[in-house]
């Protein structure tokens, strides 16, 4: 089980899934909090899907606030970071790209491609979380 | 006043709407041993500082967020409080950045934000201790019974509650003790040489005179005097000061030397994430505005133009020394040199001191670090003193003329004059002594020191009251909070501030609990 978990944790960082971030929050994990990063990485999933769908309501109302989706995004961002979501972070950097130039058609695309990247990272913590227990 | 200082329980109160991000700070503060209170939203945050004015040290809070503009709390947290603010954010824009610096926050942090950066933020806090303890010695100091008398109305007519100072005017009791003093020793007849108050009003009218004479190097003390036409001051007066504008403008000139010294300053060996400017790194080339504090780059240039119009042996091996041991991001001299082209500063030590200002506490090193560096010049220090405002003087009279960039200098100065200041008060090239002159207990700690020196603070007085000369948007020592004010000025006048804003800090000194 454990070298399990170290090969996940391995391709997840090989494959860029994840950053240093994530070992800052390892570091942070300690007697007192013991699941201290799946704490943390839940309640960022949590979080994130609140803002995923408020980005999704805002597109598909069509009208694109170029604005309004790059507040969004950058709440995203920053929420992002905080795991170490590395993939994703990009992802933001080039949707605010987008919003920055006015482009739509950029915009959903790259959202598209953030959804994948944030379902595929939360299903590899789950199964490292729950490898790692 | 023996207790060491000590950043553990420092009372951090966190504001970041990001709930994973609110839940990754609080461990990270507590694991630096810090007290930490979280919060989701600007107004509960408002709400909880203002319940409990004493109850917080410094404040970090995120520049996003729902309910309020975290630019805008820091604002309400800065004029009311008095608190030093740590900007967040995952974006590093110079521009937002420049914002943060501007409505006051004493250190603008790029998220991921690092352990090493929280660690060292306690150092904001006792800067801005240090600050205000200066401040009111400065203000009581020396004329002060002549200066009450004059200004009394004027400066306490100034403002409402000073939360920040009334915390601390109940601690200072040395000051009416100094006030005692002074009025046994009235400045004019005294055989101590007379203390005389620079205030903002009485160095634009030296400066007036020496520029109504024309160059100042030919302008005489009895001639200025007479041009000033103050009736109290003496030629003495009038010569000391002039003595230090003078070095102050030498050293200008030295101030290009500086420039290029602080680019050698780069390769210092303080890992970057230990200051502030180690956020700038995260994001390179962006942050370059790292503004308050942890770059030592500020701190090194304080030292050097301090120690340069010194001549002084032991300044310039200690000054350089300190910036050996503070290295700076390259991102921060960049920053400066960019800042400097942008604001239109022309002289890049001047500038560069002001924003090391924050940064000068900031560094990783603890503050007896920063002891040997005093204690050396402790000999010196009361030559050393004089000099700093002289910079601080001639930048006031800079501003007369019609640049502002100066008050960054001054601020520098100031900074720079607090360790040194601090330390000379005690007098003693004792490392414990001048720890516990900078530790919580620092007023009680200045208030023995203080009283007992023979040093002459009105140079300190200077520094705060310089800085506002000639320059109408020049903002005192309350770097790490200025007023919302400074948001409506261009950067080079980050500091400005209203002549009233100035006498409101006077008065806060002054204030007498």
Known sequence: ???????????????????????????????????????????????????????????????????????????????????GASKVKTECTMFREYCRVGNAEGCLRTFKQLKKEHATLRKKLEQYFQASK | MDKGFSPVGLRVLVVDDDPTWLKILEKMLKKCSYEVTTCGLAREALRLLRERKDGYDIVISDVN???MDGFKLLEHVGLELDLPVIMMSVDGETKRVMKGVQ????????????????????????????????????CYEGGADWFTRNDEAHLLGGGGEDVSFGRKRKEFDFEKKLLLQDESDPSSSSSKKARVV????????????????????????????????????????????????????????????LKCYSGGVKNMDLPPKGSEFSSVHQSPGKNSYAFSGGSSDPKQLASSSVSDPSSDVHMPPKAKKTRVEFDPPISSSCAFDSLLSWSDVPDPLE??????????????????????YVANSAPTLMEQEMKPSYETSVNADEFLMPQDKNSTVILQDLDLSAPSAISSINVTNDTESILRSLSWE?????????????????????????????????????????????????????????????????DHGLFIS
Request: proline share 5%.
């Open chain 1, 1 to 83: 089980m454990q070298r399990q978990v170290a090969l996940i944790k391995q391709s997840l960082f090989d494959q860029g899934y994840l950053d240093e971030q994530f070992i800052e929050l390892e570091e942070l994990q300690d007697d007192a909090n013991p699941n201290f990063v799946e704490e943390v990485a839940t309640l960022y999933f949590k979080d994130s899907a609140r803002l995923i769908s408020n980005i999704e309501q805002a597109l598909e109302r069509g009208s694109f606030d170029f604005n309004r989706l790059d507040n969004y995004m950058h709440q995203f961002k920053g929420s992002s970071t905080s795991i």
């Open chain 2, 65 to 67: 967020m729902p309910d």
């Open chain 2, 103 to 138: 409505h006051g926050a004493c250190d603008y942090l790029l998220k991921p934000i690092r352990m090493k950066e929280l660690k060292i933020i306690w150092q904001h806090v006792l800067r801005k201790k240090l600050q205000e303890v200066r401040d009111i010695e400065g």
């Open chain 2, 198 to 257: 620079w205030s903002f009003e009485l160095h634009q009218k030296f400066v007036n005179a020496v520029n109504q004479i024309g160059c100042d190097h030919k302008a005489g003390p009895k001639k200025i005097l007479d041009l000033m036409n103050v009736p109290w001051l003496t030629r003495e007066n009038v010569a000391s000061h002039l003595q230090k504008y003078r070095l102050y403008l030498s050293r200008l000139e030295k101030g290009k030397e």
């Open chain 2, 351 to 372: 500038s560069k001191p002001q924003i090391l200002y924050g940064s000068s506490f900031l560094q990783q090193q603890p503050l007896p670090s920063q002891s040997p």
């Open chain 2, 442 to 506: 620092l007023p009680e700690s200045h208030h023995s020191g203080f009283i007992d020196t023979d040093l002459d603070f009105s140079w300190l007085q200077n520094e705060h009251f310089l800085a506002n000369t000639g320059l109408q948007n020049f903002q005192l020592q309350d770097y790490s909070c200025s007023p919302s004010l400074l948001s409506e000025l261009p950067p080079h006048l980050w500091f400005g501030n209203e002549p009233d804003e100035y006498t409101l800090m006077v």
